[in-house]
């Protein structure tokens, strides 16, 4: 009997200690943000003053704020360059440096950050010793993270393309609609929640990049997550469990929100589509 227990419910236990594994330190890290004291390892009391001294941290505030503004810009670029590249590997199956465009697209995906970020800033040195510009700083820090993200979101969105019916995109052009209309009124919408799941997973990879952060950044430019590993390199402080709870919490609530969106736009789908299906075969019969 017991082994037929396990046997039945061996997925789900592995499972459950896989997330046990995986978020039991987020919750020890959730639980020291209320405490009264700096101890790290003592639950002393229920306390909001950590949370307090967050709002009266200038750099934790700065650093957010300048992390929001380039994890947005690298998500919308990140989102439209990724959606271009996916869409011509997968429309056009043949043309001359495909196979040297795709290794080059999904490089970043197997190469690791401390090589990205070495390469970024030699390039970036050369570019502003020849040119004058750019300058490290805001700017750079984009351009490194669009990089990276470009290649996750490119992903994303190919394998929405592979699986989508490519004769609805036959039939509008057989309709008479133009290439560039064929994208925008038809191709587009098909593919806009993996579009917007790219946007995000291109967001959170810039909003917590510490690697080409350090190589890319410029004097008084730092993002969160730099300032955080530079608070946690001179010791513990909880402030920086509070910050981070703060972005657990955002995060979450964005990923439920998109999740329920997701729902909700799929549910619309199927019953439109099975309205097109008993509108055809009224006609039919």
Do not use: C
Request: without cysteine; proline residues 3%; hydrophobic residues 55%.
């Amino acid at each position: 009997m017991k082994g037929s227990f396990l046997t039945r419910h061996i997925g789900r236990i592995w499972m459950a200690l896989v997330f046990f594994f995986l978020y039991l330190p987020l919750g020890f890290m959730v639980v020291f943000s209320f405490n009264s004291t700096r101890q790290d390892a003592r639950f002393t009391g229920f306390s909001l003053r950590w949370y307090e001294a967050l709002t009266r941290d200038s750099k934790i505030v700065e650093g957010f704020w300048l992390s929001v503004k380039v994890a947005a810009v690298t998500g919308v670029l990140s989102a439209i360059l990724g959606t271009l590249a996916a869409f011509v590997l997968v429309r056009y199956r043949r043309f001359l440096g495909r196979t040297l465009f795709s290794g080059m697209v999904n490089a970043p995906l197997v190469m690791p950050e401390v090589v990205i970020g070495l390469s970024l800033l030699l390039l970036m040195v050369g570019a502003q010793d020849l040119l004058g510009w750019p300058q490290r700083g805001l700017l750079t820090i984009i351009l490194g993270h669009t990089l990276l993200g470009m290649s996750y979101a490119m992903v994303v969105v190919q394998s929405r393309l592979l699986e989508m019916d490519a004769r609805i995109e036959e039939a509008a052009m057989d309709l008479g609609a133009r290439p560039h209309q064929v994208f925008f009124m038809v191709t587009l919408p098909n593919i806009f929640q993996a579009i917007l799941a790219a946007f995000l997973l291109s967001f959170t990879l810039s909003f917590d990049d510490v690697v080409i952060s350090e190589f890319l950044s410029g004097p008084g430019v730092s993002t969160l997550p730099q300032v955080i590993f530079g608070y946690a390199r001179r010791g513990i402080n909880p402030t920086i469990y509070a910050a981070a709870t703060l972005l657990i919490v955002t995060v979450t609530l964005v990923i439920i929100a998109y999740s329920i969106w997701v729902a909700r736009a799929t549910r619309r789908r199927e019953r439109e589509a099975q309205a097109a299906l008993r509108i055809d075969d009224t006609v039919r019969h």
